[in-house]
Each structure stands twice: as structure tokens, then as C-alpha cells.
């Protein structure tokens, strides 16, 4: 997705996901999910201790797998979400998966278009995941950075009177 540059307004904190590093520190006899769920554990520990932050995952819909993405429990006991909404047709959701490269060991290579195509538009089916307000943007085109930022900036006082 095309972004603007540089965008009008900074962010106040530096956006965090999970972090894949210990796919190269951990022995190759962990799996890639038991090494997943190391990561989310760290993710969210460090978001936790963040305070204010943006925190950037593709979440866990229970709906569909209790094991892919990253847990939301702990977001639902936050009453201060800004939930943005990245809102693309699943075919480009796929064209972008397919084209990116992550660690190896996410085994990405093993997974069919038609099979990555089911996937996204199951999660396009289920929207957003619903916490907090919602911020929807669509990324099937280019994204102006100033006004996604006034959009998030404009929720703020919304979650602020809660």
C-alpha cells in the first residue's frame, strides 16, 4: 500500500508487533508454533508495560483458529482501543501475502493461493474484531497518511470520556 511521506503529525509512540527473532535464537526442534506463542507472550508483555502505545498484529480470530495470530483477551480489559481497521478484497490481502517474505520457519511456503484466498475472505467476512472505537481504512489503494492520522486523532477524545 502506497503511503505519504512525511505525514504532518508523529506519532507519540513507536508502533510494536510480534518480533520473529526467536526463530533465528531458539533451537530448530521448537516448532513454529510454540515459538509463536513465545512471541505473542513477549508482545504483550511489552505492550503491557508500554503504557500508551501502538500495537500492530494480525489478531487472532477465534472464530476461525484458536491458533493463528496473535491473542486478544488481554486488549478487552483496555477501555482506551483505537481499533484500526486495514480493509482490502481478500485476492489483494493474498497478492500481498504471497509477495512479502517472512522467517522461514513460518513455513509460508506451504500454503496455497486458493488456500491463503479462503483464509482472508473468512477474516473479510468477520470484519473488525470489535474492541474499542474503530478506525476503518482501505488499503486497496493509496493511504494518505495525514488523514488516517486526523481519523485515529479524532477518536481520541472519544476513548478519553469513557
Do not use: K, Y
Request: glycine letters at 4%.
Amino acid at each position: 500500500m502506497p503511503i505519504d511521506s512525511p505525514p504532518r503529525h508523529r506519532a507519540r509512540a513507536a508502533p510494536f508487533g510480534p518480533d520473529a527473532a526467536l526463530f533465528d535464537s531458539e533451537p530448530l526442534t521448537e516448532t513454529r508454533s510454540v515459538l509463536s506463542r513465545r512471541s505473542d507472550d513477549q508482545f504483550i508483555s511489552d505492550a503491557l508495560d508500554a503504557g500508551d502505545a501502538v500495537v500492530v498484529s494480525f489478531w487472532r480470530r477465534p472464530e476461525l483458529s484458536t491458533t493463528s495470530g496473535t491473542p486478544t483477551a488481554w486488549l478487552e480489559q483496555s477501555v482506551d482501543l483505537i481499533e484500526v481497521f486495514c480493509d482490502c478484497p481478500p485476492s489483494v490481502a493474498v497478492r500481498r501475502f504471497e509477495a512479502r517474505r517472512r522467517h522461514v520457519r513460518h513455513d509460508d511456503e506451504s500454503r496455497s493461493t486458493n488456500d491463503l484466498l479462503d483464509q482472508f475472505t473468512a477474516l473479510a467476512a468477520l470484519g473488525p474484531i470489535g474492541l474499542g472505537s474503530l478506525v476503518r481504512v482501505d488499503t486497496s489503494t493509496h493511504v494518505d497518511v495525514d488523514d488516517l492520522t486526523a481519523a485515529i486523532e479524532a477518536e481520541v477524545p472519544d476513548i478519553r470520556a469513557r
